[in-house]
């Protein structure tokens, strides 16, 4: 049963009119076709290797989260400041810093408390 159907199209990726034959094509010929897939396949990488970044990006910071003691590498990146800046607040007192062996830990505790006192 063959079908008698002609209707005018915009191909969806080169943008010329053409006619097709049935009402599901979306392309003008096969290279349209391919090209369109291929692009779409590349689309697909592409928002796949974004959102892996975005996750590594994002894990320090969730790691961070669970923590109840962090260091000082890791309260600096929790801040958003600058070791020197760090060193500092501990300096005035406004920030209390636990010491085991060489390491000095900082409760989040300590954290919350600084920016209550603002």
Not at 73 to 84: D, H, P, V
């Amino acid at each position: 049963m063959s079908s008698n159907i002609q209707i005018m199209r915009i191909c969806q990726f080169c943008g010329k009119e053409f006619l097709a034959k049935t009402t599901v094509t979306k392309h003008c010929s096969d290279p349209c076709r391919k090209r369109a897939y291929k692009a779409r396949k590349k689309n697909e990488k592409i928002e796949a290797s974004n959102k892996a970044t975005n996750e590594l990006k994002q894990k320090p910071l969730i790691d961070i989260q669970h923590k109840e003691y962090l260091s000082l590498k890791e309260t600096c990146f929790l801040l958003g400041i600058s070791r020197t800046s760090l060193w500092r607040v501990i300096k005035e007192g406004n920030l209390n810093v636990g010491k085991i062996g060489g390491k000095i830990i900082i409760p989040k505790s300590s954290i919350k408390e600084l920016f209550l006192q603002i």
